[in-house]
C-alpha cells in the first residue's frame, strides 16, 4: 500500500429558487472530492449552481480519506466515469 493521502476538498454548492407563493428555497449540495479532477468538477458545478465554494484545507467528508471515489461521468476529465474503490491505510 502507498504512503500516499488523498487530500480531498469539501466542495459546497448553492442555488436559491423562487417559490409560487413568492417565497425562496436554497438548495445545497455538499461532495468531497480529489485534487486530480478539482478544477473539472468545480467547472461543471458552476454550469448548474449559483455558488460553488472550495474549502481551503483538506476535508475527508464521511467516508474518510481513503473512501471510495466515483468522477462523474459528465466531468471533461481523463478520468470521468470512473470509480476508484476505498483503500485501507497502511498499518491497519
Not at 449559483?50 to 468522477?71: C, F, I, L, N
Request: charged letters at 25%; zero cysteines; a negative charge.
Amino acid at each position: 500500500m502507498s504512503d500516499e493521502v488523498i487530500t480531498k476538498r469539501r466542495v459546497t454548492m448553492r442555488s436559491v429558487v423562487a417559490l409560487p407563493d413568492g417565497g425562496t428555497a436554497e438548495h445545497k449540495a455538499i461532495d468531497y472530492v480529489r485534487p486530480d479532477f478539482l478544477d473539472a468538477y468545480v467547472a461543471d458545478a458552476r454550469t448548474r449552481w449559483q455558488s460553488v465554494e472550495v474549502s481551503d484545507e483538506p476535508d475527508a467528508g464521511p467516508a474518510g480519506y481513503h473512501g471510495a471515489t466515483h468522477v462523474p461521468a459528465n466531468l471533461n476529465h481523463p478520468l470521468a466515469g470512473q470509480t476508484f474503490p476505498a483503500t485501507t491505510p497502511e498499518g491497519e
